[in-house]
């Protein structure tokens, strides 16, 4: 009875000290925990200078290249919680976008998606120059959608995580009154509205402690001029149903069915631009899938990839089929 007694107060003294070093030094704690968090995923921090600018990057894994492009106002660690369901099966590479996280910031510099989309091909000329699977969420994926349409041979897949890019899917009463105010969740002018942001963005709680709260509301207010910047650039960047058609990467199209960012009608007109696609649409879920739900979301990606590696195993004997003397 007395060790068990002396071990409850060793645990509740440990989970006082946590709790106090959380309150005083939220920063530090924040930072100590997204390490920890980035070690159980099987990630590591890396660090890219590429030409005006840097981008650091989440690094784990080994087989096939993965590339995940994190959305507006968000950073490389919106995946880490779903990276570690995917570091067993592939080479995971995670970059923060210039403007965001803990990327280099230019106020003159041009943050539109054909800037971050050019950005990006320098980032993987030099971390992953041969052929990628290529996933995004938010901006990331209208990214990633414009890059595979001006890269096609770069990319072998595409995962869609509620994608902006489309008229359809920038209908949401979120970008609707920003046009007509300029007001929006992601843009956090005081550190009392990060909980806005957190609320519009998801449907489904996830875990975030205090002291990383704390951390993204005090980096968000600090981004806010320059944010609101690139919000003006991004909203008026052309569409991509605009400039492409009959798009031939293979894409997984996935959208929260509860999102408040952007409409979930946008998943119908990402579908309409590729002819092979796969669309499932998550009840419950919000802007965030891979944070709201990231073991579900991770299970539908890895459905979708079997089913790529079984459909490229069909195609040569089909061929050879076709081909046979008769």
């Given at each position: ?310 459909a490229a195993s069909v195609a040569p004997a089909a061929e050879a089929l ?5």
């Amino acid at each position: 009875m007395i060790i068990i007694y002396t071990v409850l107060s060793v645990a509740a003294a440990l989970l006082a000290a946590v709790l106090l070093f959380e309150r005083v030094a939220p920063v530090a704690a924040a930072r100590l925990g997204m390490a920890l968090e980035r070690r159980r995923a099987g990630l590591r921090l890396r660090q890219a200078a590429l030409p005006g600018c840097s981008m650091p990057y989440l690094e784990g894994g080994s087989g096939d290249v993965l590339v995940l492009v994190h959305g507006f106002a968000g950073d490389k660690d919106n995946f880490t919680r779903i990276a570690r369901f995917l570091t067993p099966r592939y080479r995971v590479l995670i970059p923060d976008l210039p403007g965001f996280g803990d990327a280099s910031r230019d106020p003159q510099a041009g943050h539109a998606i054909a800037d971050q989309v050019e950005r990006l091909r320098a980032f993987l000329d030099r971390h992953a120059p041969g052929r990628v699977h290529l996933g995004g969420n938010s901006m990331g994926g209208y990214i990633a959608a414009q890059f595979a349409a001006g890269h096609p041979e770069r990319v072998a897949s595409l995962w869609l995580l509620d994608a902006a890019g489309t008229e359809a899917a920038q209908s949401s009463p979120a970008l609707t009154g920003y046009r007509a105010t300029g007001a929006m969740p992601l843009l956090v002018p005081t550190e009392g509205d990060f909980a806005q942001l957190i609320a519009s963005s998801s449907q489904r709680a996830f875990f975030l402690p205090y002291s990383v709260r704390t951390a993204l509301a005090r980096r968000a207010v600090a981004d806010f001029a320059l944010h609101t910047a690139i919000m003006r650039q991004v909203t008026a960047s052309p569409l991509l149903e605009r400039q492409f058609d009959g798009l031939r990467t293979p894409a997984l199209i996935v959208w929260g069915e509860q999102d408040r960012i952007l409409h979930p009608s946008g998943a119908a007109a990402l579908a309409a631009l590729f002819g092979d696609h796969r669309v499932i649409l998550m009840p419950g879920i919000g802007h965030l899938p891979m944070l709201e739900a990231p073991r579900r979301s991770a299970q539908d990606y890895f459905d979708f990839r079997r089913r790529l590696a079984q459909a490229a195993s069909v195609a040569p004997a089909a061929e050879a089929l076709l081909t046979e003397p008769r």
